[in-house]
């Protein structure tokens, strides 16, 4: 009897064990991930380190060859004065040149609170279990995540976001 009891236990441990590395990182780890990306001049790297304290931050993971990626970024850009209080930080893990068109073409380095970079080593992906293109990511002002969401949202959908 002792036996199946210790048997029972150790099973119970191990699928306790087991369920929690199933999780997501960014369930287990709620606040902004480290960032090291490429920016589009090819030598600047950007880090978390370089987010302001007391903003919002909306991170979007793209490909540049994604048409909803595309549509959502020129949404974005039409609304651009909604978002003048929140950091976004646009990614990716597409080659440099694929990143750097995109750029070019949604003329993306006029806007202020736009920053764009190439996820070099992968983190992004592995971090938040990636599986639709684009992802989004909400963070509030303290870097906490507030919600994530895969796939293209209207604006508005958005910005409810980041006033929960």
Known sequence: MKFIFSLFVFVQSAITIFAQQTEPPYK?????????LLLTDSITQFTEKELKKDLPVFVILFSPDCDH??????????NIDQFQNIQIVMTTIQPFDKMKEFY??????????IT????QF???????????MPFLAFYNKKGDLIDIAEGALPVTKVLEYFKK
Request: hydrophobic content about 30%.
């Open 104 to 113: 070019n073409h949604y003329n993306l380095e006029s806007f202020k609170n």
């Open 69 to 78: 990626c595309k549509k959502g970024t020129e949404e974005l850009i039409a």
């Open 122 to 132: 992968f983190l992004l992906p592995t971090f938040y279990r990636i599986k639709n």
């Open 28 to 36: 287990r780890f709620p606040t902004l991930p480290p960032l090291k």
């Open 116 to 119: 764009v970079g190439r996820d």
